[in-house]
């Protein structure tokens, strides 16, 4: 086609990575980029770091590496690109291959005929069907106007107390970014877990304990249940039918929804889970139409089901794919692994693929384990935490999926992760890839691979091992079990289950004191980090005691309180 | 076999861990650990780190993760293994399946029968065979001892000039280790570039770069002739065929040569790279004895090659599959990819795979791309650099190798690249792995995704690259090139080419000054990071101008002077 037509709808991460690609693939195509708002191509997961003041503006989000702003000029300069900001899609016409358009400050509507058509139309903040969801005091951070008008008011009111509505990836950030000792952040998650999304109950419990270090108050369980003003008629508490927040400002984080409304009145086929259902190569049900971003659903390589996972770096990879495919390329996006990763409170948390609950819905044969680590040699000054949950199917031996928390160099791990998930690794071909090994950046045997082979242990078993929380339950319960403690006197004496079940044996000493054990229940054994527990459980099973069964993870990983009667 | 005899020969990474998983494996195993030395299992990768000062004492070296020194009464109460140290395992009669050792305090000589004996000799550093190599002040940094004794010379004796032999992995992290304001450090390196059996030449020039900044000498293609003492009949100076360089200390990092002697006089197979021979499961030319870590060869997973490439993560891993071999397990240990990585002067490093110069003499159809990039964000104040380099071969796909030198997170890049690398990864395979994104910790896209997709471009003749290296080389032979930097006016202000032949057009104007392009000759687009060069190709090829060549890293990466007539 000589001269192709391209319209783009949707001037943020997909759009604008679309139009730059397809114009490097085809110098001689009509590209145009139609944008409701007024900024496009901003770096939108930035506007935390703009809220807490890492950021000396919101326009450093919207410059390029050498510091040019992203601006409609910079689009039609350098790349050609025509960009029509303010400027809604109002319809699709299919058959007369037209895009209806209508400039939002004039009024005035035009069409914008096409060859190929590409729909990158976002997501939008989910908004609480609550009374006061629109109050003075009331933000979503989903646009850069919202973080500006929201950080002016914080600024402006003085305000030292916020709600955050969901304790997801952004409200977790937003926290962060809020939290001080001045001001006081109180998160509301309607689920029993913070992350709920995207951690294991066990792994978000670290986290949970961190943020309550942290002084921030976590409300788990609690619905909002309306936007209370006060005398100003500006917000004053969130109401909830666990009690009241008082708070001045409100941010609601409770996911987004994608925008499907031009695409569904095209008559565009709409998946099953609410967004825009395209290809691997990411056309639409009409194959001249394109859509990727927040607003489409993905394949998930693991469970190999469609599922919706807005991401900016996957809308990033859409629009390269796109851009390659609409100038006559043709190139696969292969899937997603839901690899999500975030910093909050210092501290590092990351996730691929499944967690062991969504592996147990889809039908897997579950094998887990829970590994703390260092993250760098254990004598290294600067080493930090990391705890490692990883997945998989006993069965086929697939790698399924890992968590990770921890103040250490947790992402490297889940990055490690995700590229054996993404080439379709088994864990009998992962115990010994040949990682970078320093004593500054990983251990001899890295947590990575650590995890793997113990879960390659429990699946052989050659070990059994027990999950905090369902040690936790069976203690609750009032099972006779025997808490093996085998750590050093120092330890013990620092911190333990305050339990009378617990024997403490330190490890130097179990093979003499092998009689000391009972024989009439089951023996779990604990140390700090997991491996002296594994070393005991050896010892136990080589004398003959069978029932043994290792705390996943150790003390370090325990979430919880450690008075268990 | 009930109660095997299991003897293993050699103390430090591989034995001990080889000792500790077939206890794990077999409860009642007799197992037996020799070792020459005075000390067992420490960490050696750490003892840079205890001559910086960064660990209190050699000790921390021998602890476990819960501070348990692991001693022979360590591995005696909690593994129940002997340990013999001070002894050394003389002869192996295979026909007896015995070992004579001997008690080199007493001269005691004996004999150990074994069912399965180990052998985990490691390695001894390079003498080099010249004049004064064992005067006082020269030193190899192999074992504790030696790390003791330099650091302890090195403040009795207040030396302020330090020379170190070889500018590999440990030479590197002595000279950051030793070198001070108050003690300056010459590097001495036989070969033509720091790091030569690790980078290509132009990575390895960017870390040359930094050395210098750094203030230590590299003194390349320099022959060591021999070391000369001065009146107290200590070192003075070392002497090279280049002159000379005053010394007080010298330490010699020329290598480590495998310890083979106990296995050749046994029969046993040595390889042609001279390193024991092993199979997959680690067994040698007899399969009642195991060998592994620093004393055998390597299946190089990439190039298919038997390698020596000793490495402590190797040595561990050879161990967890001996441990379990030698207790009726079948293990297979797959092979390595030679990834090494390492810290020095701030600079991050590593590489993984075969580089651009061992895939071309493989005879691969090799092709490269150099990608600067930051490790995160841009606009987050915290990033850091990375410029990455990676190779694959262009007939089949795959991807044979990486390596990055930065400021930045280097290593988890390479440890992405080994995962794909040691899964068999291809590049049109890669290039949307669902990595985790966050502003802190990457870009949308990562450099190591963006990399392998400049290489799949690059493949595929979208775009054509020059090497750094190769530019300079044709600009200093004179040919009329045409070198196009696309910066800005600040940035060119501030840095450029010092050569008649640059033209200078930021990117923005290139459109409309497409008429100033010189149709006669071929055009090298220049900017920083390689991405602006990329789109101002796209530009010109697009305007029909058809021999366009990008600078490959861009200024960013370029390694040299700017002068270039």
């Not at 709920?196 to 961190?210: I, N, V």
């Not at 008629?233 to 039918?241: N, R, S, Y």
């Not at 056309?283 to 489409?296: F, K, L, R």
Request: some cysteine.
């Amino acid at each position: 086609m000589r001269q192709p037509k391209i319209v783009i709808v949707g001037g943020v991460a997909t759009g604008p990575k679309a139009a730059a690609r397809a114009r490097r693939c085809c110098p001689d195509a009509e590209i145009t980029v139609i944008e409701r708002g007024r900024l496009i191509s901003y770096g939108s997961c930035g506007l935390p770091l703009f809220l807490s003041g890492t950021l000396g503006g919101i326009d450093e989000l919207r410059r390029t590496p050498s510091g040019v702003l992203r601006d409609e000029e910079f689009f039609k300069a350098v790349k050609n690109v025509n960009v029509l900001t303010g400027t809604e899609a109002c319809r699709i016409d299919r058959d007369k291959k037209e895009v209806e358009v209508r400039e939002l400050a004039t009024g005035r509507q035009f069409k914008l005929p096409y060859d190929r058509l590409v729909l990158a139309t976002g997501a939008e903040p989910v908004k609480l069907p609550v009374p006061g969801n629109d109050l003075p005091g009331v933000y979503n951070l989903h646009h850069p106007e919202e973080a500006i008008a929201l950080k002016a008011w914080l600024e402006e009111k003085k305000v030292d107390q916020v709600a955050i509505i969901g304790a997801g990836l952004i409200g977790l950030e937003v926290a962060d970014a809020l939290a001080s000792p001045r001001r006081k952040v109180v998160l509301i998650e309607k689920e029993d877990q913070v992350l709920p999304s995207l951690l294991d109950k066990e792994m978000a419990e670290l986290l949970l304990k961190r943020l309550r270090q942290r002084r921030v108050e976590v409300r788990l369980s609690a619905k909002v249940q309306a936007f209370q003003a006060g005398g100003g008629g500006e917000l004053e508490k969130v109401l909830t039918a666990e009690g009241e927040v008082p708070a001045r400002v409100a941010v609601v984080a409770a996911g987004v929804r994608p925008n499907v409304k031009l695409a569904e009145e095209a008559g565009l086929e709409i998946g099953r889970t609410g967004a825009i259902a395209v290809n691997a190569y990411l056309q639409t049900s009409d194959p001249e139409i394109y859509a990727g971003g927040d607003c489409v659903e993905n394949y998930h390589l693991v469970s190999g089901k469609q599922v919706y996972a807005p991401m900016a770096s996957t809308a990033n990879k859409h629009g390269r794919v796109i851009g390659t495919n609409i100038t006559g390329g043709k190139e696969k996006f292969p899937g997603v692994l839901g690899t999500t990763v975030l910093q909050a409170f210092e501290v590092n948390i990351g996730r691929t693929g499944l967690t062991e609950r969504e592996a147990r819905e889809l039908g897997y044969d579950v094998v887990t384990a829970v590994v703390p680590s260092t993250d760098a040699a254990h004598y290294h000054p600067l080493h930090g935490a990391v705890v490692l949950k990883v997945v998989a199917d006993a069965r086929s031996g697939k790698l399924l999926g890992a968590q990770a928390v921890g103040s250490g160099e947790v992402v490297k791990r889940i990055d490690v992760l995700a590229t054996a998930l993404g080439l379709g690794g088994k864990i009998d071909d992962m115990g010994y890839l040949d990682l970078g090994y320093a004593p500054v950046f990983a251990t001899p045997l890295d947590v990575s691979l650590h995890a793997v082979n113990v879960l390659r242990n429990k699946r052989d078993g050659l070990v059994k091992g027990i999950a905090a929380g369902e040690l936790r339950a069976r203690m609750a319960a009032g099972e006779a079990l025997t808490l093996l403690d085998v750590r050093s006197p120092g330890e013990f004496a620092a911190r333990r289950f305050d339990d009378p079940r617990v024997l403490h044996i330190p490890l130097g000493n179990l093979r003499q004191r092998i009689g000391e054990i009972p024989r009439d229940r089951e023996i779990v054994t604990i140390c700090e980090l997991g491996v002296r527990a594994y070393e005991a459980a050896i010892i136990l099973q080589g004398e003959g005691i069978q029932k043994v069964t290792i705390l996943d993870g150790g003390l370090e990983a325990w979430p919880f309180d450690l008075a268990i009667v």
